[in-house]
């Protein structure tokens, strides 16, 4: 695949331009803590956390989600305020970042591939338990700058048992920046060839607006599969896809053929749980098993009105008429 000068062409690096952190010490002001308090809770951070969340997957296995505790989660939280929101995340970066100027997500990933030829999707494997403690260890020392006494402190407030927990406020920005060092040279390359590239964490997109060859799909998903196997990463072949405007185009779940919505499968399953809550007789709305689950289709029809408004809200006045019943 060429490379392009062409600076109009390559998109921006993700970047730091705050001052590193130089010191243990200085470190420890930062989190509120004092140097002693500091060096314990790094000895004993892989003890503060919880399962917050088991998700079974479609291939049978379990994902699961960590919640720190306590004085972690407290430290986790100005690692996030004061260092990782503080990073120019380009936009081909799409996970968990607060940009009002350009607003990161699932939907917006969506947005920057619909109307296209073609399409291709590519899944990272067991990607939070595959980011090791060397890869968090390179990006706070040589993205970050900190010297390797800091580097090693924040790596042991940022993994758990080796390994990148996910769910914690700090994991999915750290996942960000696993490629800093040349991720945005793959982007630049891909976007030569007029090719867009994003990443939603451990969901990669490529696209273009016009059909791409056999060998210009080979050779993209064959840098991408390298540019992970360099950090020691693999690709899910199982969820491996490419498409083209014939065919109905999906990317982190959502239609992109024209414009963003949700799939006929997620809209039959918003609208059967919303059918099920109708079918509760008004005696049985009062339990804590109902209202869980009141909630829960409340936030999918709330999803669901993002893509789909005028469906959405046809579900919505059904949900009206059939709220929990609280009791005295």
């Known amino acids: 695949m060429p490379h392009s000068n062409c600076s109009v062409c390559q998109p921006p690096k993700t970047s730091f331009s705050e001052h590193p952190i130089g010191s243990i010490t200085t470190l420890a002001r930062m989190l509120k803590l004092t140097t002693q308090e500091l060096a314990h809770l790094a000895q004993n951070a892989d003890k503060l956390y919880r399962i917050g969340k088991r998700e079974k997957k479609k ?21 996030q305020c004061l260092i990782l929101n503080k990073v120019t995340y380009p936009e081909y970066l799409q996970g968990s970042i607060k940009d009002k100027a350009s607003p990161r997500g699932q939907a917006a990933n969506a947005r920057l591939h619909t109307n296209q030829k073609t399409i291709i999707t590519l899944d990272i494997t067991q990607f939070f338990p595959s980011v090791s403690h060397a890869i968090v260890f390179d990006i706070w020392h040589r993205f970050f700058r900190c010297p390797p006494s800091v580097a090693t ?11 990148l927990p996910q769910g914690t406020k700090t994991s999915n920005l750290l996942a960000n920046l696993v490629f800093w060092e040349e991720e945005w040279q793959l982007a630049a390359q891909l976007h030569a060839n007029n090719i867009r590239y994003t990443r939603l964490t451990d969901d990669i997109t490529c696209s273009s607006h016009r ?43 959502l239609v992109v053929n024209t414009k963003t919505s949700l799939t006929r499968q997620q809209r039959a399953a918003i609208r059967s749980a919303v059918n099920t809550l109708s079918n509760v007789p008004p005696e049985q709305r009062s339990t804590a098993h109902y209202q869980r689950q009141y909630s829960r289709a409340s936030g999918r029809v709330a999803y669901l009105k993002q893509h789909h408004p005028h469906e959405a809200a046809e579900l919505r006045t059904t949900l009206r008429h059939t709220r929990p019943i609280r009791q005295d």
């Open 59 to 79: 291939d049978g296995t379990t994902r699961l989600c960590f919640d720190a505790l306590g004085p972690l989660n407290s430290a986790q939280a100005r690692i």
């Open 211 to 253: 059909p791409m060859t056999t060998h210009e799909k080979t050779t993209c998903i064959a840098a991408i599969r390298a540019m992970c196997l360099r950090k020691r990463l693999r690709l899910n072949r199982k969820k491996q896809t490419i498409a083209n405007a014939a065919t109905r185009m999906v990317t982190t779940k």
């Open 153 to 163: 402190c924040l790596t042991k407030l940022t993994t758990k048992e080796g390994a």
